[in-house]
């Protein structure tokens, strides 16, 4: 395993950010800076061999500041939405951060997403590099403060990107609390197996290892409901491409998928294929559903490269927990409390 790091860019308030590099021997590597937790470049070898990086990103700091869509980024301290920013938490009413609205004028609606405008996708992450026989990564740690973005509690957070020879991508999460509060991290990395840039993603083929959906209302905000997939455009559990039922699917596809729970506490959660280029990744994690969203906001973005992000252009696979888990009683909890520790994991493997 090969270790690298070096200065990436200065940051308006004259910190600096760190970029972290990391190769095995088969040549797949990882990039990351310390802004934002962000992977930057996931490169993987087709089957002739060559190298792209499958995932989106830039290659200026300034990009990441001022229009990123999340790409990459270690997003928190609750992933996905909260309904209009609002929750009650032990008799408590709070309110958080809206930064996702709908409409204009006073009909506009407005809800919580990803932390707020200033979520962990904005923050300056520790970061430091770490070797082990087989792996190498990059360990991260970041104290989200008592009333961030309107959080009750100090939440002290670690995460590690770990690379493997065998060529398996892990992240994972913890996180202790001195309140109680609702945690909820991911990566939200937007993917594309063909090479970012290369166009939309239809013809990727995908299988979810997830037998129920959880629909939505206008404004993308989850109604309650828990639905079987079965025949319904959100039916993955057989192989196909993503482009197959989109427009079955008003708006396109962003919509939270629960994963089937084989008891093992770490599972499969979906196979991805691209028939192009023979790469194929598989996903497995500890969390209950992912939010499966399918670059439909996406808008021929200039990226990394020179290349264009177009609509579609790739897809989300957020594992987490349900979104606007904090109002649902019937969903799994989300709350974390003092004397608990909040755990993720989740690992991403390439094959050809």
Not at 99 to 121: I, M, S
Not at 280 to 293: A, D, G, I, K, L
């Amino acid at each position: 395993m090969k270790t690298f790091e070096s200065f990436f860019a200065t940051l308006p308030n004259g910190k600096k950010v760190t970029q972290f590099r990391i190769e095995n021997s088969k040549g797949l590597s990882i990039k990351a800076i310390t802004y934002g937790g962000t992977l930057t470049e996931v490169n993987v070898p087709d089957r002739s061999g060559k190298l792209d990086s499958v995932i989106l990103g830039y290659d200026k700091l300034e990009d990441y500041l001022e229009r990123s869509p999340f790409y990459g980024a270690l997003v928190g301290r609750f992933a996905n939405r909260i309904a209009r920013g609002k929750f009650t938490l032990d008799g408590k009413e709070y309110s958080l951060a809206c930064n996702d609205t709908f409409g204009a004028g006073p009909d506009a609606v407005a809800n919580h997403l990803h932390g707020g405008k200033v979520g962990y996708d904005k923050v300056l992450w520790n970061g430091r590099l770490f070797r082990t026989k087989d792996a190498a990564g990059i360990r991260w740690s970041y104290l989200s403060r008592d009333g961030e973005e309107g959080y009750p509690g100090n939440l002290r957070i670690t995460a590690t990107y770990t690379l493997t020879e065998d060529g398996e991508l892990t992240f994972e999460y913890w996180a202790t609390t001195d309140k109680p509060t609702p945690v909820n991290l991911t990566q939200h990395a937007y993917w594309n197996l063909a090479g970012a840039g290369s166009g939309a993603v239809h013809d990727q083929e995908l299988m979810f290892n997830c037998p129920f959906y959880l629909p939505v209302d206008g404004y993308l905000m989850p109604t309650g409901e828990v639905l079987s997939v079965k025949g319904s455009p959100f039916d993955f559990t057989n192989a196909k491409p993503i482009g197959r039922d989109l427009a079955k699917v008003k708006g396109g596809y962003d919509h939270c998928l629960i994963v089937k729970q084989a008891g093992s506490g770490f599972d499969l959660l979906c196979k991805c294929h691209d028939p192009k280029t023979g790469r194929r990744m598989e996903v497995w994690t500890n969390q209950p559903s992912v939010q499966f969203y399918g670059g439909n906001f996406m808008d021929n973005d200039h990226g990394a490269r020179g290349r264009i992000y177009p609509k579609y252009g790739a897809f989300t696979l957020e594992t987490e927990l349900f979104p606007d888990a904090v109002n649902f009683g019937h969903f799994p909890s989300c709350i974390l409390r003092p004397g608990q520790k909040y755990h993720h994991r989740t690992t991403h493997r390439f094959f050809v």
